[in-house]
């Protein structure tokens, strides 16, 4: 079973960077898709990106493409979040989610489409 840990994330200076990690120890989690999210407070969740599993192909938000790279690492089973030129509006919780349909179903944009969810990481972007 798959079991998400984050770290990574608090206290950034705008315009400064920060990436946050999403590990699993589940061999299976290397062939899983995994989406970032993030949710401001009084806001619903926001896709910020994913990867996929299957091709490696990446897709990204409008509101932080240009600024987020994710990348996944089979071997350390972690998948990263970078992103960088941060703002205040970037403040909020983020999550990473894997889902072993995900790829066949497309439907990395769509937090319904995950079943697993890290514990979440706070980020706070100061101006």
């Known amino acids: 079973q798959v079991h998400l840990v984050q770290s990574g994330g608090g206290l950034v200076q705008a315009g400064g960077s920060l990436r946050l990690s999403c590990a699993d120890s589940?061999?299976?989690?290397?062939?899983?898709?995994v989406g970032w999210f993030r949710q401001a407070p009084g806001k619903e969740h926001e896709f910020v990106g994913a990867?996929?599993?299957?091709?490696?192909?990446?897709y990204y938000g409008d509101s932080v493409k240009g600024r987020c790279t994710i990348a996944r690492d089979n071997a350390k089973g972690t998948v990263y979040l970078e992103m960088n030129n941060l703002k205040p509006e970037d403040t909020a919780v983020y999550y990473c989610?894997?889902?072993?349909?995900?790829?066949?179903?497309?439907?990395?944009?769509?937090?319904?489409?995950?079943?697993?969810w890290g514990q979440g990481s706070q980020v706070t972007v100061s101006s």
């Open positions: 989610a894997s889902g072993p349909y995900v790829d066949s179903m497309r439907s990395y944009y769509h937090e319904g489409g995950y079943d697993d």
């Open positions: 589940e061999s299976a989690f290397s062939t899983y898709a």
């Open positions: 990867i996929s599993g299957s091709t490696g192909k990446t």
